[in-house]
């Protein structure tokens, strides 16, 4: 990217929008699981766009399914009218969430899907009050904002929402960190009593949560807990809604949905990011009892519209008939089993940790668990230079995320761990 159009971005757009790199880039083609930028330099991505770009670049399915709708003229019509790429892919996606009598609502984004289905529910419980997790990301908008327990992507206290905060998955922080499995989830369904009777009015209307925290640093909780949270929710008829924005699709590798791993169905479930390919394609499921108690006229006017789901039904059907899930599973072992061998070499790395192809590196100063923003920045710096592209996050800013298109490679693989192994060792 020129210095030019770093300036031109910089005088036209906000400053909370941040740019990665001391030396941004703008990338200006793509192949595969690898980007070219405007100065001809090629990256092995293994953030994808923030998890979005799930089957890689130039996908020549893709490309042909928006082409076929472009060229019947119609890139727009609203949901006022029938829209056989809409129902085609909602047919789809109730078929595989696993939600008995599924209905689909289709929107743009994450954060509108975790709206809607914020609004389903309180609908449904005549109730703002909701339950939602520490170190959480859900959205930008006033509601998915206000169930966002990460003050750094908190901008407003206003919040349209009663919300009561649970504790996160954290294995290195916290009053839960040090337990094991089993005492971990007895914990957590002992904090969710006493925050019913304590923090609440008794007519909460749900939890909304993520299998694997995404912005939080791919924290997650021991598999069965949402099992054993939702017997307790189901005594006060509470909600669940399982946050897929991040972990649907297949990208964890031993199940399609994050919520699988608990052995437990949530009444709702939100999806985005990976099913559009880099094509804006988010919604909520559910069951028709519970899609259907909102009280009033409501639709998107682009959400489900006829580019995003010809480019939705590509997607779906390629991650199907390439059987992508077990590839993440397969590849993701791969890169788990490397970057841990790596982190015994290196002190700096506290905890590796994720599923499949959603994968985390966690830096702190060595021999404690105090966060080491700076070393994450300079690991993340370096992998750029060695040719890799990584994404930070997690609650302190010192968490390498890794989120590579669910086509990756064993050479490839293999490649990028190389690249942050140089990486690591350096900083």
């Not at 985005?272 to 259907?292: D, H, P, W, Y």
């Not at 997690?394 to 990486?423: C, F, K």
Request: charged share 20%; glycine share 12%; aromatic share 6%.
């Amino acid at each position: 990217m020129t210095d030019d159009l770093l300036a031109r971005h910089q005088a036209v757009l906000p400053k909370w929008m941040p740019l990665y790199y001391a030396e941004p880039i703008e990338i200006v083609s793509g192949s595969g699981c690898r980007v070219t930028d405007a100065n001809g330099r090629s990256y092995l991505d293994f953030f994808g766009g923030v998890l979005t770009t799930m089957i890689g670049y130039d996908v020549p399915e893709v490309r042909e399914a928006v082409e076929r709708q472009l060229r019947t003229g119609v890139v727009h019509t609203s949901t006022l009218y029938l829209i056989r790429q809409q129902v085609e892919l909602a047919e789809k996606i109730a078929r595989l969430s696993g939600i008995e009598d599924a209905r689909v609502f289709f929107t743009n984004s994450g954060t509108e899907a975790n709206e809607a289905a914020l609004l389903v529910a309180t609908n449904l419980r005549r109730s703002n009050q909701i339950l939602a997790v520490r170190n959480s990301y859900h959205g930008r908008t006033y509601a998915a904002m206000g169930a966002t327990g990460h003050r750094s992507w908190s901008a407003s206290s206003l919040n349209p929402l009663q919300v009561a905060w649970l504790h996160s998955g954290d294995r290195l922080r916290g009053l839960l960190a040090k337990l094991d499995e089993a005492d971990h989830i007895e914990a957590a369904v002992e904090d969710l009593r006493e925050v019913l009777a304590t923090q609440t009015a008794g007519d909460v209307a749900c939890l909304i949560a993520e299998p694997i925290q995404g912005v939080g640093g791919f924290v997650s909780a021991p598999d069965g807990l949402f099992a054993a949270i939702k017997k307790v929710l189901d005594e006060y008829g509470i909600l669940l809604i399982s946050d897929e924005v991040q972990t649907g699709w297949g990208r964890t590798g031993e199940h399609f949905w994050g919520y699988q791993a608990h052995g437990v169905t949530p009444d709702l479930l939100t999806f985005a990011k990976g099913i559009g390919n880099g094509f804006a394609l988010a919604g909520v499921v559910g069951r028709a009892e519970v899609m259907n108690a909102v009280q009033a006229i409501s639709f998107s006017t682009f959400g489900g519209n006829p580019i995003s789901t010809a480019a939705g039904n590509a997607v779906l059907d390629y991650v199907l008939d390439h059987n992508l899930q077990e590839n993440a599973q397969r590849i993701g072992a791969i890169l788990l089993e490397g970057l841990r061998a790596v982190a015994a070499d290196h002190p700096a790395v506290a905890e590796v940790r994720g599923r499949g192809l959603m994968l985390a590196i966690e830096l702190v100063r060595p021999g404690t668990v105090e966060p080491d923003a700076a070393a994450a920045g300079r690991v993340f710096e370096l992998a750029k230079e060695g040719g890799l592209l990584v994404g930070k996050g997690g609650l302190y800013g010192n968490v390498l995320r890794m989120g590579p298109p669910l086509t990756l490679s064993e050479e490839e693989a293999r490649e990028g761990l190389a690249i942050l192994a140089d990486a690591i060792a350096r900083a």
